[in-house]
């Protein structure tokens, strides 16, 4: 090969020698080659042709930075480059994984010449990588309009199409891949992917079984498999699979990711743990499994080790939310309010467009009795999810907190206004009890037992409000229901003796008032007790 572009002259000697190492590399003896334009170049720095033959010969014995770095020795000893250099360089730079420079190059290659096929093929291959799914399925498209048997050209577009997703349309590529190439087990695999993905689980059975049959050894296939019985809730299946994966390839960190996920299904946490640990042995970049297993921690109540994971996750640049809103969680639950506030601050400043960071730290605030911070933060989260009903509950408490009974009203009816639940009538039920309107009060709890006809509270928190409106049989009747649902509710037993006492019924309400003490729960111990004191004096009076 030789091109009439060179700046430098050849002697006569470096002439016989770059021929004698073209014809080695032609024949495929790329080391006896190297030397021979290594030993040129040591003569004669300037020698244009042997840079790019020896970038050849690196290229071939899989020296990609070396030959890109001879590519561009060349390059700067040559008027023009050839077209065929471009594609070389953007070969070696495609084979390091630098795929938009490997698309810059191959595609100055086929804009100069006649292009091959396989030059689309790799461009398309780069783009896909680069995740240009519309430009590299247009050169798969030239590819097979040349040539509609290039089952390369169908498998790749069966790969974009899966990402994209569609799944119909990779399932027909995968299709004209096995009519092409039946014994390439890639094709039955990607389809059994594409089948599973569109929901055809015994077709997606057949083709990994068809996969295996054709290599036995293929360990992704089981993966698959375990995957596609996670998928359709049969655990113990998967973990066969996932077991034979692993015996297969102790280091294959995918399997060990699908096995965890299988045993976390069976409940089977110390094994989770295990494979998480291998995994982190493997590779201990992985601050997603680190993260993973922190989170298991906390599940299993280790709170020491789940502090040290996501503690050392967060360490991690660029760090993610959650790990600082899980630990802010434990130190909420440790009573660490300002620690959890901090945690709970770099959660948000992560994501803010997070609900969920905003309520929790909502919470820890009103733990901390700063209400006007939890109420901003409520209201925060309510911004981005105006249908949660909690999230107004929660807000209109911290208001009654606040003594802000207004202000709590309106949150309180906007939440039942999107959801009827039984804690929000409580809630608003007790607020009309502290503004005294206990009509407004009763239609609450009315609709609570409506709700759920036997709940005592809400049969004694209506006796509680007729007997505050003087209406004691009314709350006779109410606060009955209430011990009739609940025979060992002591507060029940104080309010009748109490309501008993305003009736006259002394020696009722002092048998109600012991009953009360004697079950040893009620809320109302100290009036309890001044109550029988009171009655007894009565008694000895009479």
Known sequence: MAFGFFKNKQSGTDKQLLQDGIEKYKNDQYAEALD?????????????????????????????????????????????????????????????????????????????????????????????????????????????????????????????????????????????????KPDLCEGWLLRGQAKFAAGLVDEALHDYQKCIVLDPSNVEVYCMLGKLYIGTGKPDEALKSLDRAVDMNPSYIFAYELRAEALALLEQYPQVLADYDKILSLDPERKDILERRGKLHKVLNNIQQAKEDLYSVIGWDPPEAYPYFILGEIELADNNFEKAVELFSQAIQKDPQNWEFYSTRASCYVKMKKLSDAIRDFMEAISRTEENHLLYHSCALARMEQLDYAGAMIDLTKALTKVE?????????????????????????DKIIKMDHDNKLAHFMKAFCYDRMDKYDDALREVNKAIRSDGDYADAYYLRALIQFHLFSNVSAKTDCEQALRLGTVTYKDDAESLLKELNKKRSRS
Request: charged share 25%; aromatic share 14%.
């Open 421 to 445: 639940f039984v804690e929000g009538y409580f809630t608003r039920g007790d607020l009309k009890i502290r503004t005294d309107e206990y009509n407004a009060a009763l239609q609450d709890y």
């Open 36 to 180: 021979i334009f290594s030993a040129i170049l040591k003569e004669n720095a300037q020698s244009a042709e042997a840079y790019f033959h020896r970038g050849l010969c690196l290229k071939q014995t899989g020296k990609f930075a070396d030959a890109i770095n001879d590519f561009d020795s060349f390059a700067k000893l040559v008027s023009n480059v050839p077209a065929v250099f471009y594609y070389a360089r953007g070969l070696c730079y495609k084979n390091l994984a630098e795929y938009d420079k490997a698309t810059e190059n191959i595609s100055k290659y086929i804009a100069s010449s006649e292009a091959p096929i396989e030059a689309f093929y790799h461009r398309a291959y780069c783009l896909y990588k680069t995740k240009e799914y519309e430009r590299s399925q247009s050169d798969l498209s030239t590819i097979l309009t040349k040539n509609p048997n290039v089952y390369e050209a169908h498998l790749l577009s069966g790969k974009i199409w899966l990402e994209i997703p569609d799944v119909k349309r990779a399932i027909t590529d995968f299709t004209t891949v096995i009519d092409q």
